[in-house]
């Protein structure tokens, strides 16, 4: 299995009843997955927050419940996690958080370890799907015994690596009785004063635990040398060093010091090895242990890997296949027939600053297109959009935000009714492509679809738009490049804030059917290269003329608009 297929199949086997999650690369599968079991109820939420309220509702109610989300996710969910540590739980509840080191679909490298911390919840690591599935329902168990929300933190290469797990059998489980008191879960400051006390008894208590959990263990071998690690780092340092002694932690908070001081004493040189931050070595050292090395060698930017973690203990690394000549660099691009793609050539074409949001339309600011400005994180785009304007209202002609119709319900809302609030003179375009794209079409609020596929009437953008209070809102298809520059010039020529919703599927969805290839024909083509400017894959320039790759191209039509000397034409 996946790790994100044995974590939910660990929910499954817990008897875990209620699941909220948000999709983000590279949690999206656990709750995909869960889905397929119709004994747990699946949802996607609109976003992490709600999704991690829900679940805490549910834990309330009595059943086991879990959240899934990505690290950034859990930044958008921190206000709940932080006082769910005070008020504690009923039914166990599990939170999982999938760190991406590398950034490979992120926005920043962001070490969760740290949330552990901060908000005072334990946290376990697992280090292959086997562990995925033991530590989740093992999670289960350590939530209700000390009464807390669990975290469990894993990162892409274990989310997304197979390896052999064993299934068992569901183990169902009745609700917990629910039983009003206000005292445990009214969080008003005399209370959460009290409930604070709780949290401290409770760090105590768990850091007893961890100095015996089975998941933190002392593997001794080849004493001249000895590692601490977790998670996928214990995996490299066991190939890179199969005789060497390591410490294995898997439940990574509360530390487990004692017996790493233990472990310490019986080699002759410690190092620790995690990526990103220095999170075991800044603790271990200041429990008194000494470190032979960490940070210093291994470095806190991106993934360790086998080859890494050889050079940076000076070994030789173990011989990689390589490939006999150099591989093209891919960056990545809108798909052929991206309904974003017309949308950015066109405010590429007049120029404007284009304040962007997360999902695939961040591949605007890639050349040829180059239209993005700027790119944070979700909803942002039109935040900074009304900040933007309103210390340039000079420039507010000149300025538009881009958001997604998933993006937007996560919390693209909340900022227009900023701008609508405060009548900002700011200009949105809402890129519906009918589908959460970029981490694998997954169903939101405006699809009309739930994750475990029931229809539902869907959320109205149009009518969300009005109702915070925008009164110019129009439609258009973004592959009508001339309908949709009038679209933009008309709006940004307004006095007051408005939004266009830039609506068409998005191509890979399974119900949109493409329409036959286009085909250049040479002797027309006047090597302008108009078309190039789209950036569409299926384009390409060869032997001085422009050329249309046809298990490619969708016949959206794009480069026909753009051919002034009538040289596309249907195939």
């Not at 990689?320 to 793609?341: D, I, K, Q, W, Y």
């Not at 404007?352 to 339309?361: E, Q, R, S």
Request: aromatic letters at 8%; one cysteine or more; charged letters at 20%.
């Amino acid at each position: 299995m996946l790790g994100n297929e044995a974590i939910a199949r660990g929910l499954y086997e817990a008897g875990v009843k209620y699941i909220s999650s948000y999709p983000g690369t590279p949690s999206t599968e656990i709750s995909e997955v869960a889905a397929e079991y119709d004994e747990m109820y699946a949802e996607w939420a609109p976003n992490e927050k709600v999704a991690l309220e829900s679940a805490l509702g549910a834990s309330l109610a009595g059943a086991r419940s879990f959240t899934a989300m990505k690290h950034v996710g859990l930044n958008v969910a921190a206000d709940p996690l932080f006082t769910s540590a005070y008020t504690g739980v009923n039914g166990g509840l599990v939170v999982c958080v999938a760190d991406d080191p590398a950034m490979h679909s992120s926005q920043n490298e962001q070490d969760s370890r740290h949330y552990a911390r901060a908000a005072k919840l334990p946290m376990l690591e697992p280090a292959d799907s086997a562990e995925c599935r033991d530590f989740a329902k093992a999670a289960y168990e350590l939530s209700e015994r000390f009464d807390t929300p669990v975290l469990l933190r894993t990162c892409t290469r274990v989310a997304h690596s197979q390896s052999l797990v064993e299934q068992r059998e569901r183990e169902e489980r009745a609700l917990m009785p629910y039983a009003k008191n206000p005292a445990k879960y009214v969080m008003n400051p005399g209370f959460a004063y009290k409930r604070h006390f709780a949290v401290e008894d409770r760090l105590q208590e768990m850091a007893r635990y961890s100095e015996t959990c089975a998941f933190n263990y002392a593997d001794i071998r080849d004493t001249s040398v000895g590692f601490v690690c977790a998670g996928t780092c214990y995996q490299y340092v066991r190939e890179v060093f199969p005789d060497a002694s390591i410490y294995k932690i898997g439940l990574s908070f509360p530390l487990p010091l004692e017996s790493i001081k233990a472990f310490a004493a019986k080699v002759e040189k410690l190092y620790v090895v995690e990526e990103l931050d220095g999170v075991f070595e800044t603790e271990i050292r200041a429990a008194g242990i000494h470190v032979d090395g960490g940070k210093d060698l291994f470095g806190n930017i991106g993934e360790l890997s086998q080859s890494k973690i050889a050079a940076a203990m000076g070994v030789p690394a173990k011989e990689n296949a390589s490939f006999t000549e150099a591989l093209p660099a891919r960056p990545p691009v809108m798909c052929a027939g991206c309904p974003h793609r017309g949308v950015f050539y066109t405010l590429s074409k007049l120029k404007l600053t284009v304040l962007g949001d997360i999902g695939c339309y961040t591949l605007g600011a890639s050349a040829p297109l180059s239209a993005v400005d700027s790119v944070v994180c979700m909803g942002a785009s039109v935040s900074m959009l009304h900040g933007f304007n309103t210390v340039r209202p000079e420039g507010s002609g000149k300025c538009v935000a881009v958001i997604g119709d998933s993006t937007f319900l996560h919390s693209g809302i909340t900022a227009l009714t900023d701008i609508a609030y405060n009548r900002s003179v700011s200009t949105v375009l809402i890129l519906d492509n009918s589908i959460t794209g970029m981490t694998g079409h997954q169903q939101n609020p405006a699809t009309g679809y739930t994750l475990k596929m029931q229809a539902v009437p869907p959320v109205s953008l149009e009518k969300v738009c009005e109702g915070v209070g925008i009164r110019r809102v129009r439609s258009v298809d973004p592959s009508d490049l001339k309908a949709l520059e009038e679209a933009i010039k008309e709006e940004l020529a307004a006095d007051e804030p408005s939004v266009i919703i830039c609506r068409k599927p998005c191509m890979l969805l399974k119900y949109v059917k493409p329409n036959p290839p286009f085909s250049i024909e040479r002797e027309k083509c006047k090597a302008c290269r108009s078309c190039m400017k789209l950036g569409c894959p299926a384009l390409r320039f060869e032997a001085g003329k422009a050329l249309i790759d046809n298990t490619q191209c969708v016949g959206c039509g794009l480069c026909k608009q753009l051919c002034a000397f009538g040289a596309i034409k249907e195939a």
